[in-house]
């Protein structure tokens, strides 16, 4: 079992739809959470990130920790054709644990 | 600031070659990474280093040498290239695991063993 598990979609909202990923994590200890984007053909980028359990919102974004179920959760209100790609989920114990990612496409 | 430099963008190999794929960051990170990422496993461990002279094994790292001399640099070497290591190659570097600074990746090496 990965230690951070991610449905891995394919995903395809129309233009302005509100947009669920989500994540589950296998380790209590894990302490911080992150969601990376990642266009095609480059390299991640870090999105956003919280800190044990609780919300953390930032601009049409809002990651979503859950520590008692163990699950990670980004919302993307509003969603824009620019949000396609890839959205990775991760967690910080000893190193960094990624899920396999969400392949998002947002339909004009 | 350039953040992670990977060079090259691109390689074919032939199997049994060996190569060497340069990493640089300019952010004085201690933490330094490297990743393959395939379709349908995400990105998997290779290797790491929590800083200069110290370099550990990660998930993934048969066939694959690294070293850190210095804490702007750390290369992989390809030792004998085979098939099954066409990827793509991310490195990665961090100020911190133990905080949410997270990871800044570099642009990627598209690596072709034929």
């Known amino acids: 079992q990965k230690e951070v598990e991610q449905d891995p979609g394919p995903l395809s909202v129309p233009e302005g739809a509100i947009v669920s990923l989500n994540c589950t994590y296998s380790n209590s200890a894990f302490q911080y959470f992150m969601w990376y984007r990642q266009y095609s053909r480059k390299g991640p980028e870090l999105l956003m990130y919280?800190?044990?359990?609780g919300n953390k919102e930032d601009g049409r974004f809002t990651a979503q920790v859950d520590k008692s179920s163990k699950y990670i959760s980004l919302f993307i209100r509003d969603s824009q054709p620019s949000d396609s790609a890839t959205y990775l989920c991760?967690?910080?114990?000893?190193?960094?644990?990624f899920g396999t990612g969400t392949s998002l496409t947002v339909i004009p | 600031n350039a953040g992670v430099t990977q060079t090259p963008k691109f390689q074919v190999l032939k199997t049994g070659q060996s190569m060497t794929l340069q990493c640089a960051q300019d952010?004085?990170?201690?933490?330094m990474s490297w990743y393959r990422q395939d379709p349908g496993m995400g990105l998997r461990l290779i290797h790491y280093?929590?800083?200069?002279?110290?370099?550990d094994q990660g998930e993934v790292p048969n066939g694959y040498n690294v070293s850190r001399s210095t804490t702007e640099d750390f290369p992989l070497r390809l030792l004998s290239a085979a098939p099954s290591q066409t990827s793509v190659y991310f490195c990665?570097?961090?100020?911190?695991?133990?905080?949410?600074?997270?990871?800044?990746f570099g642009s990627g090496t598209r690596l072709t063993v034929v």
């Open positions: 952010m004085n990170h201690e933490y």
């Open positions: 991760a967690a910080t114990g000893n190193q960094f644990y």
């Open positions: 990665a570097s961090s100020y911190s695991i133990l905080t949410g600074y997270g990871y800044t």
């Open positions: 280093s929590v800083g200069a002279g110290i370099t």
């Open positions: 919280t800190y044990s359990s």
